[in-house]
């Protein structure tokens, strides 16, 4: 199955912007739907963006679209999530993991240790 390893969060200031990258192990990317998911603390984890390879398409939460661009590299089996106009709202650990219709594939597990974001006032 499938490993992930997410990276690049940090630190920011409101407005400021970070790069996550999301790199597998085993199955390729290509045979999924990729997608970025976050869960700040007290809250539920929920569905922020996904590219599908197939369709050429991106999906994004409303809270993050205009502000976020998630785009994929095949070949090294890597998904980013570029964040501007950071928020203290998109505080959380993001995470990624295949997709299908804005939710984790059934299947999917064990999560990756996702990667900290914060965003400072």
């Known amino acids: 199955q499938v490993q992930l390893v997410e990276s690049g969060g940090g630190l920011v200031q409101a407005g400021g912007s970070l790069r996550l990258s999301c790199a597998a192990s085993g199955r390729t990317f290509s045979s999924y739907t990729m997608g970025w998911f976050r869960q700040a603390p007290g809250k539920e984890r929920e569905f922020v963006a996904a590219?599908?390879?197939?369709?050429?398409?991106?999906y994004y939460a409303g809270s993050v679209k205009g502000r976020f661009t998630i785009s994929g590299d095949n070949a090294k089996n890597t998904i980013f999530l570029q964040m501007n106009s950071l928020k203290p709202e998109d505080t959380a650990v993001y995470y990624c993991a295949p997709v299908i219709r804005s939710s984790p594939l059934p299947d999917f597990g064990p999560w990756g240790q996702g990667t900290q974001v914060t965003v400072s006032s």
């Open positions: 590219i599908s390879w197939r369709g050429g398409c991106t």
